[in-house]
């Protein structure tokens, strides 16, 4: 099984600010990477597959990089929307496919 | 454009079958596989397995003897759900359990792009 690993688990930015969230694969999985965003009593939302590509109608100021073994997820100027919980899911192995512990982005 | 909803009772007792269903509804045609993950109360995501257009499946192998996904889901019916089963459930499976639509590529753009609202399960007796 492929572990991911995300950090920190809490980012604690001002609106404005950028915030980067790390994500890292246990072994290369090229560029088989989703995040998704996930607010309370909410179920997940896609933002970026395929390690760099938006999903339609997310904003331009999340952007995510990286392949291989190491990811990032940079939003560029935080909205009071984007205070959330993000996840990574690796979909270079699919059994099982896996997700990263998250990372809560908190209003400093 | 697609919809998921879960439905299914809301407490199971221990060792006993956690069954729900999921109702599509809108775009069902293309590359997908129909998926359920959970979220046990204040942790993260877990992937329990999904179902194909073709009946096919892939489980956790974490879940996979005890587990069941099924699907109704075709081009040509208008009744599109599919189903999970989980049997001998204890306390570790009370979660909210998400359906949600998977949509796969021949590269690297697999995701998870259309999600259900989720439906809590809790296991007590």
């Known amino acids: 099984e492929i572990v991911m690993t995300q950090s920190p688990a809490t980012l604690s930015v001002s609106p404005g600010e950028r915030a980067t969230l790390s994500c890292r694969a246990s072994q290369s999985i090229s560029s088989s990477l989703a995040w998704y965003q996930q607010k309370p009593g909410q179920a997940p939302r896609l933002l970026i597959y395929?390690?760099?590509t938006r999903a339609t109608g997310i904003p331009a100021r999340f952007s995510g990089s990286g392949s291989g073994t190491e990811f990032t997820l940079t939003i560029s100027s935080l909205q009071s929307e984007d205070f959330a919980v993000y996840y990574c899911q690796q979909f270079n192995d699919w059994r099982p496919l896996t997700f990263g512990g998250g990372t809560k982005v908190e209003i400093k | 454009q697609v919809q998921l909803q879960e439905s299914g009772p809301g407490v199971v007792k221990p060792s006993e079958t956690l069954s729900l269903t999921c109702t599509v509804s809108g775009d069902t045609i293309g590359n997908y596989y129909w998926s359920w993950i959970r979220q046990p109360p204040e942790r993260g995501l877990e992937w329990i397995g999904y179902v194909s257009y073709s009946g096919s499946t892939n489980y956790n192998p974490s879940l996979k003897s005890r587990l069941t996904i099924s699907s109704d889901i075709s081009s040509d019916t208008s009744r599109k759900q599919f189903s999970l089963e989980l049997s001998s459930v204890t306390a570790a499976d009370t979660a909210v359990y998400f359906c949600a639509r998977t949509a796969y590529c021949g590269g690297d753009c697999h995701r998870i792009d259309s999600w259900g609202q989720g439906s809590l399960v809790t296991v007590s007796s």
């Open positions: 395929d390690a760099s």
